[in-house]
């Protein structure tokens, strides 16, 4: 019944994008889209805890089929992105025009990701992962809600293509120990290559996977391209498309490639650990910089995936050690952040369109809107930045709870390396969840609380709806999580121990596989925090003397303006910025435009502009002299777009004579 469900979901997709190409019917192909959302989801239930039995396509290349497998952990990550999918696609882009494109883009997409999540051979994993890419790329062009996205997006398709590259060179050493592209062949072919080219193997698997995941250096690509298009394409990105990636980047690690042991192995788990928890802390920093909505939201999903890296990485180092409970508890781990972060950022990136419908800007700005919808869009976008700040009692708090409890119980490693890695780990993971909570505070503080402008209508009701379900689904996975733990019973792989889940709960309490560790209990604290509340209520209350008076706060002898006076996002998180000046390198410009009857003296200004910015670290480095050769290269070839018909005759009789040498050769 599940892969029934999931032939309707891809059936429905296909219509919505025949739909969108042909007829431009925007709404029909946006109800397809969220009705075959809804279908898959269904077929992934369906498949937890034990997974969805095989079925063989008649879609391969040259007539071989392909078969198509939902695993357990496919099923779980899959379900949770579908979840903010079917929102999104319902809401649909915000943008005036590109709606019908959009909507193409975003079927591929969806496409795309559920053939990386099932299929099983290399040839059509590959296709599935570039229709990924694509239709990322085509829902950013469609809505053109920047005047440049055009260079963003073929940016971000730079990098990954770099990513598919390392994945097709993987592909073809594998295929070449394994006489096929057949996933089922490839830990069989991989015990027969030595010890260094496995690792070579795991290296390009990290760079393919890691160039959508957002790991360093490859996050630089997310402000540009997802600050290009609106709230529902990041949702889509971050959600369903990034659990994907991850699914490619774990089941690659752990079932394609059985490393073993060694010091080379060893050095290989530590680098995986030490690039993710890098790029969690240098992506948590940029994010806590950027004054835009999308800009902000999309490092932070970097952020995100670097974190689940790092379980992984965790997971494949306490493996090593043959201590497979630990090594099945980092990797339901990493599950279970996945899951809460692909319903808490698709929540805020809703809410960022619904600020963008309200104002017609992305731009972090006090505006007050949270007022206009309390009960839906505000609490729907408070539930979501809590979760993704690990605040009690959301999704994200039981999470990176469980995260530190697991890099915690590093001290059962027999190696000091690997103790001492797990430790400053966990520190810089620390320093991560600080800045985040800062981030997140600035979010909701900034961007929907405080007085600003007067709007003449908030949100949408339906984005309000869609917001407020989001942020309830949220608190829902956290204050249920006893019980949806049932549906991880046997997603850790099978070398591991399969009854991890369990030991993750004791009764209504979690426990990082025993209770004599540590405990928390998310579903006592949801009832516990109201009446502890009741105790300061009553004393409010005792101590209430009347309304307070308030008065106007002094502003020079003017009339106060809310907008003047407001708290910005600059001002906000300048300090941060002063205190890593070092990784920020930050920058200032002010231009001074005089007024043409102050006859040049500095006195009589008609326009003050002022800018700033911080520096990227990667682009100077990597990427800058790789587009000034490019460009170099075009300049010279230019010649060739001369328009002189002696000068192309004069090519192809050069070619008519090498033709020659080599056919008399």
Known sequence: MSNELLGVGVALWLAAALIALFLRWSLGARSLLALGCVSCGAGAVLALPYGAPSAHLPLG????????????????????????????????????????????????????????????????????????????????????????????????????????????????????????????????AALLLPSWERIGLGLLLLVGFGAKLGLLPFYEWFPQSYGSGSGASGALLSGV???????????????WLPIGGGAGVSVFHGFIVAVAVVSAILTALYAFQQEDWR?????????????????????????????????????????????GHALAKSGLFLAADGFFRATASYELKQSGLVRRSVWTYGVGAVFAAMSLAAMPPQAGFVSEWFMFQTMFQGFHLGALGDRLLLVIAGAGLALTVAIALATFVKVIGIGLLGRGRTFKSGAPVSTGLAVG??????????????????????AAPLAYANDAAEKMRDGWLLVPLTAKFAFISPSTLIIAMPLLAIVPLLMLFASWRGPPRRAPVWYGGREQNPERVATTALSFSNALRTFYSFVYRPSTQTIREIAPHGNGQPYFIRRLTFAHDV????????????EKAVNGAARRIRALQSGRLDFYLALIGLLLVAILIVALL
């Not at 309830?472 to 049932?486: D, E, H, I, Y």
Request: proline share 4%; aromatic share 10%; charged share 10%.
């Open 61 to 188: 290349i040259a007539g071989q089929g392909v078969d198509f497998v939902l695993t357990p952990t496919a099923a779980w990550l899959m379900l949770f992105g579908l979840i903010a999918a079917t929102l999104a696609t319902w809401l649909g882009t915000p943008a005036a025009k590109g709606r019908a494109g959009w909507c193409f883009g975003a079927a591929a997409g969806l496409i795309g990701a559920l053939g990386v999540f099932g299929l099983q051979d290399g040839v059509s994993f590959l296709v599935a992962w570039e229709l990924m890419s694509l239709g990322g790329a085509l829902m950013i062009l469609s809505e053109s809600l920047a005047s440049d996205s055009g260079r963003p997006v073929l940016f971000m398709l730079a990098l990954l293509e770099v990513g598919s590259v390392a994945l097709m060179l993987a592909f073809l050493g594998f295929a070449s120990a394994a006489h096929g592209f057949a996933f089922s062949e490839f830990p069989r």
């Open 241 to 255: 498309i990034l659990n994907a990636a991850y699914f490619g980047l774990a089941r690659g690690l752990t079932a």
């Open 295 to 339: 800009c902000l939201l999309s490092l932070s999903s970097a952020e995100n995936s670097s974190i689940a890296v790092v379980l992984l990485g965790a997971s494949l180092v306490f493996d090593r050690d043959g201590l497979t409970e630990l090594a099945a508890l980092a990797w339901i781990v990493a599950l279970l952040h996945l899951a």
């Open 469 to 490: 379900s989001l942020g309830l689904g949220v608190l829902a996975l956290a204050v249920g999580m006893p019980v949806w733990l049932s549906g991880l019973t046997h």
């Open 615 to 626: 520096a990227p670290i990667f682009g100077p480095i990597l990427f800058g002299p790789i």
